[in-house]
């Protein structure tokens, strides 16, 4: 991200794969380890996110002339709450187990370090078309990311996904993943994971 | 007596029974980018810690007096927003001002508190808890900025250790850390029967 200029395909390839959110950059990390127990909320909630960073990303492109530098941020914060706000009411109404579900985590997308990271280091800097992309590719990203960790989890503690039991009859679940420990651990051996695939090709 | 009694266990329990950091997730991105040094994680909890006391009070102040009354509960994520971003303005004014060093060496991390989730966290739990009374809400924003503060030192003092231990080259840096960090939370699951 050295040039401010980016293309639409370096965007793309960037939030699926050079760049993932989670375990490239390591941001976002509360609501990744705090949702993925199952992956109802975590689909959920990387949907959610998504629409954010679509919103957002193409309202910051819109009105990236006229920000001013020492403002930038509480103008990036207020947008996003805005459009938080739109979320939260929306899973309010249609579905409101897994609002209760989230709880807290919702509105916490406010905060979201992927979000404003997206904000500042691309949409304030492009056209609203790469801006677009770039939200879109990073926000799947970050589905995905959630998803596998959440299936992981879920497999492990419930021997389920989806509520529909995979495991073997005599499998023992395992609770501890249910709890922050499975959380902290599955994604610090997820990250290693990682490195050791990158280590491998460069 | 009795209200002191109720004071003092609510502080107890949002520093060790739920602690932000290791029960409810929040927090995660300073507490692994800025506990390298112990010195500098002190720092930066107690700014934490300034910042939360002041939002989690303004911001049940602002619920109470003003957003429930006048029926404006919508606009609550855009409120407390612009008050813990006002709150770390004036964190960084006064940082500047008469700790020039400390200062520089947060750099990015100090504006980012306003985008650190145990801030705006502990403001819609108090909502969510139902604290009911001034006094609770400010001993429970105070205690989550100290159990904020004791989370970030103990990681910090393991991570000074870790430099000097052979982690396996795949694990070096943030995946060790978190897994730390979950040893620490089975840990501080210890404390969960304490207070009811």
Redesign the interface.
Same mark, same amino acid.
């Given at each position: 991200m050295a040039a401010n200029t980016m293309t639409a395909k370096g965007a793309l390839v960037g939030g699926l794969w050079t760049e993932v959110p989670v375990l490239r950059l390591i941001l976002g990390m509360c609501p990744t380890l705090a949702v993925t127990a199952a992956v109802k909320p975590a689909l959920t909630m990387g949907l959610s996110v998504l629409f954010v960073l679509i919103c957002s990303n193409i309202v910051v492109s819109l009105m990236r002339d006229l920000l001013k530098p020492h403002l930038r941020i509480l103008m990036f914060t207020l947008t996003i709450a805005t459009f938080v706000t739109i979320a939260d009411l929306f899973l309010r109404a249609f579905t409101p187990q897994m609002s209760e579900v989230l709880g807290p985590y919702v509105p916490l997308i406010i905060v979201n370090c992927i979000i404003i990271a997206r904000a500042e280091s691309c949409a304030s800097k492009n056209g609203i078309f790469v801006s677009a992309v770039d939200a879109i590719s990073m926000g799947i990203g970050f589905t995905i990311v959630l998803c596998i960790l959440a299936s992981i989890r879920e497999l492990l503690a419930t021997g389920t996904i989806f509520d529909i039991p995979i495991m073997w009859k005599s499998f023992v679940p395992w609770a501890a993943m249910r709890l922050p420990v499975g959380a902290f651990i599955t994604l610090g051996l997820m990250l290693g994971f990682v490195n050791l695939l990158t280590a491998k090709k460069s | 007596m009795d209200k002191f009694y109720i004071l003092l266990m609510a502080f107890i329990s949002i520093v060790v029974v739920n602690n932000l950091v290791? $029960?409810?997730?929040?927090? @995660? /991105?300073p507490y692994?980018g800025v506990s390298g040094r112990i010195d500098m994680a002190f720092g930066m909890g107690m700014a934490v810690t300034f910042v939360i006391t002041l939002a989690g009070s303004l911001t049940w102040l602002i619920d109470h007096m003003v957003l429930v009354p006048l029926h404006l509960e919508? *606009? #609550?994520? !855009?409120c407390y @927003?612009?008050v813990i =971003?006002g709150a770390v303005q004036l964190v960084e004014m006064y940082l500047r001002k008469f700790f020039p060093p400390l200062y520089e060496s947060f750099g990015i991390f100090l %504006?980012?508190i *306003? *985008?650190? /989730?145990a801030?705006?966290?502990l403001c819609?739990?108090l909502n !969510?808890w139902g604290i009911d009374n001034f006094a609770e809400a400010a001993v429970l924003s105070f205690g989550a900025g100290i159990g904020f503060t004791l989370a970030i030192c103990i990681m910090a003092g393991i991570r000074e250790q870790l430099n000097f231990s052979d982690v %396996?080259?795949?694990? #070096?840096g =943030?995946? @060790? $850390?978190? @897994?730390t960090?979950?040893?620490l $939370?089975?840990a501080f699951?210890g404390f969960a029967g304490m207070i009811k």
């Open positions: - | 290791f $029960t409810k997730f929040l927090g @995660i /991105c692994l919508i *606009t #609550r994520y !855009v @927003i612009l =971003a %504006p980012l *306003t *985008t650190n /989730c801030i705006l966290g819609l739990f !969510v %396996p080259e795949c694990l #070096r =943030a995946p @060790i $850390t978190l @897994i960090a979950g040893l $939370t089975l699951m």
